[in-house]
């Protein structure tokens, strides 16, 4: 079955060529024109995924991502029109996956929507990925994308997950922004500094939600390392 993306976005061009450029990749989609219509329309059929724009009118894209995160874990990418930095790290905040600012290119939208998708509903797992992962009261379990910390259940995006286990799979190592993004991104794709640190922002804040004050260490200078997690 492909994919059924959501495109919320009050442009009907921008729409249109991000609908495009989606089908013409194999995926399903759904154009919107305003918030309050994509929140209707998530709640008539689930998507896998919703492009959302941050600077609709009347509800934005960060109220429809607050309001959405009440009833839903769909992965979100966030566009803005906007290059502050606040947009960005605000979004990610939220719950949304990703961002891509305007103008961008199509090409790059569709592989970014790819990357969520596949940590989104990974597929078949990989023989390492039966393995559990645990350091001091944290565990990962890949095969079932589970992740616990003293027995209580975290709720991780599909990169947050896959930021953790690049940490849990070298406990002892200091990873730069590179190795964090690379353990999260395909190859291909540029990440900015910033959303990185916007991700182990959020795993610290889960964690410390469940007793977990010390996840990710800050090594200044270097990078990022996982903490005690006892």
Known sequence: MPHHIL?????????????????????????????????QAIGRRAPDLVVLDIGMPEMDGLEVCRRLRHISDVPVLFLSARDEEIDRILGLEMGGDDYVTKPFSPRELVARVNVILRRARPAAPEPADDRRFSHGKLALAPASHTASFDGKPLSLTGIEFSILKGFLARPAHVLDRDAVTASAYAANIHVAGRTVDSHIRNIRAKLAAVGCPNVIETVHGVGFRLGRCG
Request: net charge negative; with cysteine.
């Open 7 to 39: 495109v919320a976005d009050d442009d009907p061009h921008i729409r249109e060529v991000i609908c495009f450029a989606l089908e013409k990749a194999g995926m399903k989609t759904t154009g919107v024109a305003d918030g309050a219509a994509a929140l």
